[in-house]
């Protein structure tokens, strides 16, 4: 609304004023809810970038250890596989190994961070009225900026070891799109789960350990169709239920292989994208008038 105001020198001038007024039952006006939401996105990128400051992410050697320690993890989980190949590994198969875990932990990175956004956030909850969806973007963009170092160092490690850059590599565009608003949406789920159960934010990593080791990381799409029997055939065959099978199979084909991703793994990645932010969206916005209750 606008309101007309008086300066000290008498003259007038029109000022501008928004209020946020939280729903008090259900789920909100969802377009203007959005519309908040996006009005005060400044919020949500400065209270990330306070919380990568907090945590030294924002400094050469914060930088460094971001992308040290997905390294550091690629490293074991070849030499894993290494071992359970004979000692059959290519060093193709450690640029396969890094670039489906850096984009796998940004997801699941965005996932943990986002489980204790609203909690963590007690204390400006209780005072300040504003949409509480800013909350987990604030950790879905902290988990970008972290992602983007890593994806440099991706390139650096495809550059050693395919050899050769296509075109085909710009579908990273769209795919990392969609493992945005799939983060955001996981982000939004397991905030709100947070807030009911505690011991959410502690189940976390085991759920995740487990989730990588069915997800095509340590294994890729084309050996999982080439199988007929044994446990990749049956991973394969369960595939479509695993949300980042399909955005880390597209990006598999896109910058490993070198070809378009297919269709069908993209509208798996597409479809579970969308499905757990409108579900994640849905849970949060429906439950955030007793965020303040409950904290």
């Known amino acids: 609304m606008s309101s007309a105001r008086t300066s000290a020198g008498g003259d ?6 928004h209020v946020y007024e939280p729903h008090r039952a259900g789920l909100p006006p969802v377009g203007p809810y959005f519309r908040e939401v ?3 996105r400044g919020f949500a990128f400065e209270l990330a970038r306070t919380t990568m400051h907090a945590q030294n992410t924002d400094t050469v050697f914060g930088q460094l250890w971001l992308v040290i320690n997905p390294l550091l993890l690629a490293g074991v989980y070849y030499l894993l596989i290494s071992v359970l190949q004979g000692g059959r590994s290519t060093a193709a198969d450690f640029a396969t ?8 932990y940004y997801i699941t ?3 943990q961070a986002g489980a204790t956004a609203v909690t963590q956030g007690g204390r400006l909850i209780l005072n300040t009225s504003f949409p509480k969806m800013l909350l ?6 902290t988990a970008f900026r972290r992602y983007l170092p890593t994806l440099a160092v991706y390139l650096v490690i495809h550059a050693l070891t395919i050899k050769h850059f ?3 590599m710009l579908w990273l565009v769209p795919i990392l799109v969609l493992a945005t608003v799939m983060s955001l949406g996981l982000a939004n789920l397991f905030a709100t ?8 934010s502690s189940f976390l990593p085991y759920f995740i350990r487990i989730w990588l080791y069915l997800s095509p990381v340590l294994w890729t799409v084309d050996k999982l169709r080439s199988a007929k029997s044994g446990l990749h055939h049956t991973l394969y065959v369960w595939s479509p239920i695993n949300p980042v099978f399909g955005i880390l199979g597209a990006q598999g084909e896109a910058v490993i292989d ?3 991703p297919g269709w069908g793994v993209l509208a798996f990645g597409a479809g579970w994208s969308v499905v757990l932010f409108v579900v994640g969206a849905w849970v949060f916005m429906s439950r955030e008038r007793d965020f303040a209750v409950r904290l």
């Open 12 to 17: 007038e001038y029109l000022g501008e004023h």
């Open 38 to 40: 996006w009005r005060r």
């Open 97 to 104: 190994l890094t670039s489906g875990l850096f984009l796998f």
């Open 109 to 111: 990175g965005s996932m």
């Open 136 to 141: 987990p973007l604030s950790t879905v963009y």
């Open 166 to 168: 296509t075109l085909s």
């Open 193 to 200: 789960l947070q807030v009911y159960f505690r011991d959410t």
């Open 258 to 260: 070198g070809h378009r």
